[in-house]
């Protein structure tokens, strides 16, 4: 069903009661009940105002083809829920990009679009959105939110009221993750799990500036499957522990993770953290000081791998709880190179030398509140 009751007014769809000076074309809720697309007419400064909140579902395909500009009345948006379709699509760099924006050019002015679907047709690419999110929507904390399955690349979010790209703690079966540009938001750039985090991809070339913080939030979770933090030009914040149950966590050249207090990485499987001198990885406390985060914890005893740390610096851990320090080597083997372990409020390297087998060269120890290597039976 659709609904639109917060905008059933006798005369919703009168001009006097919306910005169009440019005569575009005004939707309501009841215009989405069938399959839809909306297309740009050449001249047109605008071609469409959505009028209401619009849910999408009953196999009900909505298609935004290249060009088109659609403005979006206050508290308007889009969610597509069950198995609804949205085909977002301008082919970047050949066509003018699909615009999607707020009647006025306030943030958070409309809702945004969530996906709920897990279609594997859902696309959201050649797209620019703008002045959407809400602070106080859980449906809408991004200007796209996705508890669903969908395909973002080649987009444009600026002016949120929020978040940028806001992924839920229940995704879809699939997620895919191209280029993207979000600037200007009242939030994160970009909120995901930690097991999910793989899928924001390799690209290097994104832009993030001006956002509040200009940071990627992963959520703390556990993970039964092969997770990595690519380099996306930003630093990673965790604010709680992340434990690597299966699979493993890879971390790549010149990514930074900030912990908060009470943060911790527990690994139960394998930690590649294997980085070149030019871009070594961060790993380091919010506020800069030791024992402001936990620090690694490496538990893998029988284990069929070891982990790697290398050109990798290391700071600020050593918070308050157990076998606290930057690095705690409870058990498993760990090949420890070319790194610097500094400024904890405990050990640099704790290892128990029963069950831990640590092999450690060419490391830089500093500041150590408790030792740099305390070896323990």
């Known amino acids: 069903m659709t609904s639109c009751s917060l905008f059933e007014t006798d005369d919703q769809n009168a001009d006097n009661t919306i910005n169009n000076p440019y005569g575009a074309t005004i939707l309501s809720c ?30 009900v395909k909505v298609t935004i083809a290249d060009g088109a500009i659609v403005e979006f009345t206050e508290g308007s948006g889009f969610i597509f829920s069950q198995n609804s379709t949205l085909v977002f699509y301008a082919l970047p760099g050949v066509v003018d990009p699909v615009i999607l924006r707020g009647n006025k050019n306030e943030p958070g002015y ?43 690349g080649n987009v444009i979010v600026s002016n949120s009221a929020n978040y940028g790209i806001y992924f839920t703690d229940d995704y879809g079966t699939w997620n895919s993750f191209g280029e993207v540009e979000i600037t200007r938001c009242d939030n994160y750039p970009i909120r ?29 979770e556990e993970i039964f499957s092969q997770t990595r933090f690519n380099y996306k030009g930003i630093p990673y914040e965790v604010d709680g522990v992340i434990t690597a149950s299966e699979g493993g966590i890879a971390i790549e050249d010149g990514v930074e993770i900030i912990f908060k207090r009470g943060s ?34 490496l538990d893998t005893e029988g284990a069929d791998f070891w982990s790697t740390i290398d050109n990798v610096l290391i700071s600020d851990g050593g918070e308050e709880a157990f076998g606290s320090g930057n690095i705690t080597l409870e058990s498993g083997e760990l090949y420890l190179r070319n790194s610097r372990i500094s400024n ?12 831990g087998i640590l092999h450690e060269t060419d490391n830089v120890y500093a500041n150590n509140q408790g030792g740099n290597l305390c070896e323990e039976n």
């Open 192 to 220: 995901i799990g930690a097991q999910e985090v793989w899928k924001l991809g390799n690209w290097s070339d994104n832009i993030f500036s001006d956002n509040n913080p200009n940071r990627i939030q992963v959520i703390p």
């Open 30 to 59: 009841d215009d989405f009940n069938d399959d839809i697309i909306l297309e740009h007419t050449s001249g047109n400064m605008v071609d469409y105002i959505i009028n209401c909140l619009v849910t999408v579902d009953n196999n």
């Open 344 to 355: 904890s409020r405990t050990c640099g390297v704790r290892v128990n030398l029963v069950d």
């Open 264 to 297: 911790r990485l527990i690994i139960k499987t394998q930690l590649t953290a294997w980085a070149t001198e030019n871009m070594p990885i961060k790993l380091y406390g919010h506020e800069g000081s030791a024992g402001s985060w936990q620090g690694i914890l």
């Open 110 to 152: 409309w809702k945004g679009v969530h996906v709920a679907s897990d279609q594997g047709s859902n696309f959201i690419l050649g797209v620019e959105i703008l002045d959407a999110g809400s602070k106080s929507d859980p449906d809408f904390y991004g200007a796209i939110t996705v508890s669903g399955g969908c395909q973002i």
